[in-house]
């Protein structure tokens, strides 16, 4: 069997990072992958996540099976974090998967069970993996427009785009801080696109990576709520890897809305039934630290403001290395970058400048352009600034070691 293998396209995003762990030029930056970093480079575990893991150790809690759903307590509290209101929670199912790329999955799958070989629209540029899970599901993928020439958010291409989609179509809209460009769509633009999907009749399907990253955690779900408050179903997949920093405990959950609870009745045996042939049920331990944390008023409260003090620092980063290009001369790119916010940005460079970065400076971005802003250090500012700069022609380098 094995003499049948062929091998598999490398995965670039995990290609770059291996590169660069091989990478022995001490003034490297590893701005791969979205991981937050704080001032010293370090990825910490969060003060209230560390306090919920003590409180569960000291509870010794039983390492017996859950159920197919996962932790029943925080589907509960997912819904009402994600959703906020009664009027929408009731109208909810959640189901916790291996984090957000399990939701993606799970959900990915819902849809082809339910509609197979149904067409999913994803925004171009999409978040690497999107195509990919969605293939996997059996589903025919479709890009609409999201960026205007100048890297702003392209409303009228958007929707333009998406006028095209059918009653039996799946659209998926990233509700804050998207990945790769950073780029959100204005709250005129979720009012239109609401409309368009009531009118049309296709459902949204919302990837939640990074609330509470962007613009507060209240602000960075209002997309989320607004849709769902105006559409009769909608699909959210939502990840706790960054906003709790439980990366490798691999913690999420799949939503469903309905236009009423009666429409959801056979929604968590199916989305269980899925799960069953996966992964027969997820992971226990992150799950109880974010059941945990929302779980009690002070943990809750501790966690908001880390996480307001992670999105302060990837604000303030942004705003550095804006104000550092711009005194550069790099004018253009500065303006492009400002309007950008949350883990990640799309810097207007092209893949030979992105391997020049690389190569003379040990710069590590994706070739498309994509930085995670959250990966570097506040010092190492001004020389991501004149690398680009370099890169250029703005400036010449010799640009300051480490
Ligand atoms: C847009 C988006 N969705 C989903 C994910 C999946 O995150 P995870 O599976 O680590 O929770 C990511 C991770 O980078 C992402 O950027």
Request: aromatic share 6%; net charge negative.
């Amino acid at each position: 069997m094995l003499e049948l293998l062929t091998p598999p396209p490398a995965d670039p995003l995990w290609e770059l990072a291996a590169a660069f762990g091989a990478d022995a030029r001490p003034e490297r930056l590893n701005l791969v992958l979205g991981v937050y970093r704080d001032h010293t480079g370090a990825t910490p575990v969060m003060a209230t996540v560390r306090e919920a893991e003590i409180r569960l150790a000291e509870g010794s809690a039983s390492k017996e099976y859950r159920g197919l759903s996962g932790n029943p307590a925080f589907n509960r509290a997912m819904l009402s974090t994600v959703l906020g209101t009664d009027d929408l929670t009731g109208r909810a199912t959640a189901i916790q998967t291996v984090a957000g790329t399990g939701a993606l999955r799970l959900l990915a799958e819902f849809v082809g069970r339910t509609r197979p070989g149904a067409t999913v629209w994803i925004s171009d540029p999409a978040y690497v993996n999107h195509r990919p899970i969605l293939e996997a599901a059996g589903l025919v993928v479709r890009s609409y427009t999201y960026l205007d020439a100048e890297g702003r958010a392209d409303t009228a291409g958007m929707v333009h785009d998406l006028r095209q989609a059918r009653r039996d179509d799946v659209v998926l809209l990233q509700g804050c801080c998207h990945n790769p460009t950073g780029v959100d769509p204005s709250p005129d633009a979720w009012d239109a696109l609401a409309e368009l999907a009531g009118r049309h009749g296709w459902v949204p399907f919302i990837d939640l990576a990074y609330h509470g990253l962007g613009d507060g955690f209240e602000a960075d779900l209002h997309a989320t709520r607004t849709l769902a408050a105006r559409v009769p179903e909608l699909l959210i997949a939502v990840s706790c890897s960054k906003n709790f920093g439980l990366y490798n405990d691999r913690t999420g959950c799949a939503i469903v809305l309905g236009p009423s609870r009666h429409a959801l009745r056979h929604v968590e045996t199916s989305l269980q039934n899925i799960a069953r042939t996966l992964y027969s049920m997820p992971p226990e331990h992150g799950a109880a630290i974010v059941a945990t944390v929302l779980g009690d008023d002070a943990l809750r409260a501790g966690w908001r403001t880390e996480l307001d003090v992670m999105r302060g620092r990837i604000t303030a980063n942004r705003a550095d290395l804006v104000a550092g290009l711009s005194a550069l001369g790099c004018g253009r790119e500065a303006e492009i970058l400002a309007q950008q916010k949350g883990m990640f940005s799309t810097l207007p460079l092209t893949a030979d400048h992105m391997l020049t970065l690389r190569e003379r400076f040990a710069i590590y971005g994706t070739t498309s352009g994509r930085i995670n802003i959250a990966g570097v250090s506040a010092h190492r500012i001004p020389y991501l600034a004149q690398g680009i700069a370099a890169v250029l022609g703005a400036v010449e380098a010799p640009v300051p070691a480490a």
